[in-house]
């Protein structure tokens, strides 16, 4: 276990729809990081907060957005939902004060029908 | 949690052997590099991490050896079990920044 917890483990909606990815970092981590990890794109680094600020931005579509908390959890907006946007959703999180491992949380499995 | 599958590299080897793992990173300004084991049904779990100003690093049966020349990663496990089993995906975070960029992964399978 690695302290990071995310909900709902599994998600089922329609194309066109809007959904929300909660995580919950480990105790004391500052940052928050957002992963996809799909069959044909392998694990890409979406987003950072750090602090209730976003910190760095990758591969994110326009229709995703996120945001962190003051009590740090953060949550990940999907909208206008496509078939593709299937995948899992990790949330990671360690203590932002230079580099060191991230811890993953369990993912959320999106299914977009 | 299953990780990119179709086209994923498999390495098989029996129990008791050791295993090596390669990658190839694509950025010459990455200076932290982390390896993560993914079982399925479950998130990437941390393995070891290297900073680009060693060239090898030891755990508990694993080591990390990083070749910056030719940009080249490698993860050996020694006396492999079967709960060694999952998939193995190195990373890369390029200087000043914290985000890691993952490679496609290798699936090691260990046999009796």
């Known amino acids: 276990d690695s302290g990071v917890t995310q909900t709902p483990k599994h998600l089922i909606t329609a194309t066109g729809q809007r959904v929300t990815l909660r995580c919950s970092p480990r105790s004391g981590d500052l940052s928050v990081y957002w992963y996809q990890q799909s069959l044909d794109q392998g694990l890409q680094f979406l987003i950072q907060?750090?602090?209730?600020?976003?910190?760095a931005k990758g591969n994110i579509l326009e229709r995703f957005s996120a945001q962190q908390f003051p009590d740090l959890h953060s949550e990940l907006n999907l909208s206008s939902l496509e078939l593709g946007d299937s995948a899992l959703y990790f949330c990671?999180?360690?203590?932002?004060?230079?580099?060191?491992?991230?811890?993953f949380g369990p993912g959320t499995r999106l299914t977009v029908l | 949690g299953e990780s990119v599958g179709l086209h994923l590299p498999t390495l098989s080897v029996q129990e008791g052997d050791n295993s090596i793992i390669n990658c190839a990173y694509s950025?010459?300004?990455?200076?932290?590099f982390i390896w993560y084991k993914q079982e399925s049904g479950k998130g990437p779990q941390f393995i070891i991490d290297i900073r680009s100003n060693m060239d090898k690093r030891q755990g508990q049966r694993v080591t990390v050896l990083l070749n910056k020349t030719v940009k080249h990663l490698s993860l050996q496990i020694a006396a492999t079990q079967p709960g060694d089993s999952a998939v193995y995906f190195c990373a890369e975070s390029p200087h000043n920044t914290d985000k890691l960029i993952f490679g496609t992964g290798t699936r090691l399978q260990v046999f009796p």
């Open positions: 907060y750090y602090n209730g600020e976003e910190r």
């Open positions: 950025n010459s300004a990455s200076d932290y």
């Open positions: 990671a999180s360690n203590g932002g004060q230079g580099r060191s491992e991230q811890f």
